[in-house]
């Protein structure tokens, strides 16, 4: 099992920006990618991006190319999302997602609210 614990969501203003973090714990060493997921009102989840564990590289969703950014700290077990130039539309809980073996974890969601 793997345990996954966001934090950093809030309240920030359009162009605002934001920084979440997940932290893994539990049986951490067969993970090989961590990524980050988002689900707005009336609207399926979504991808927002992941990245490789072990020096693979990362996926970005077109809707945030160039304005968010993922990032590890292997020593932490820890996954960060880093959101710039947030637009409104990007209001929504946002999951932290591991994939481990033929398993799939989810964080417990935090909220992001951007304000136009």
């Known amino acids: 099992q793997v345990q996954l614990v966001e934090s950093g969501g809030g309240l920030v203003q359009a162009g605002g920006s934001l920084r979440l973090s997940c932290a893994a714990s539990g049986r951490t060493s067969n993970i090989y990618t961590m990524g980050w997921f988002r689900q707005a009102p009336g609207k399926e989840r979504e991808l927002v991006g992941n990245i490789g564990w072990s020096g693979g590289g990362t996926y970005y969703a077109d809707s945030v190319k160039g304005r968010f950014t993922i990032s590890r700290d292997n020593a932490k077990n820890t996954v960060y999302l880093q959101m710039n130039n947030l637009k409104p539309e990007d209001t929504a809980v946002y999951y932290c997602?591991?994939?481990?073996?033929?398993?799939?974890?989810w964080g417990q969601g935090t909220q992001v609210t951007v304000s136009s």
């Open positions: 997602n591991a994939r481990s073996g033929v398993y799939q974890y």
